[in-house]
């Protein structure tokens, strides 16, 4: 997977600008749950769309193309892999993983490698674009150069997965409730999931 955005680094950047209603939505919706401080890190930062202006200080990421970019916007990269983070156990007082979980090989080391690195009682905060709701069913059909890749989870199953890799105390956001190029203003995060595409679970190490 890190090949192909390495190749198509740009046209992943390039999408939060053509859409950007629509990624705005989601960041106003990651900041419900988001710690205001504490040392964070981004798995699967990517150009740091999301870490940047989140003040997620810490990112790491297999593309070099997308790294590089990540670090142009003040963001402290590392190269590397979910499945084997570069850190000490208990590192981090959060963690998140914005859309990642659905392109890496192995999603229940990732998120163990994410409890490991996280303090006692630290936070994860994962993103995902719900494979139940509408824009979950458009992208499985639609075979983008990214999310033909993908292996996409329901709420439900992310849940579970977290669950089992040792987390708790979970809540959820949801929000964009349009297709992103139809969203023309800011939408309001709403408790809970099951009409946004994208949905937001925090959740408590146990």
Known sequence: MSAIFDRYYKRYDDWHDKNRFAYLSELEALKK????????????????????????AMGIDPSNNMIKIAAERGVIVRWGF????PFWDETFDYVAIIITICFVKNPLKVLSEARRVLNEKGKIVLAIIDKGSFLGRYYRRKKSA?????????????????????FSKFSYYQTVFKFPESINSIEKPRKGFGKGGFVVISGEKR
């Not at 989870?153 to 997965?161: C, D, G, I, N, P």
């Open 82 to 85: 979910g499945e084997d983070l």
């Open 33 to 56: 749950v988001l710690p205001k401080a504490g040392r964070g890190l981004e798995i699967g930062v990517g150009t740091g769309r999301f870490a940047a202006p989140l003040d997620i």
């Open 146 to 166: 990214f999310y033909k890749h993908a292996n996409f989870f329901s709420v439900r199953e992310t849940t579970a997965l977290l669950e089992k890799a040792g």
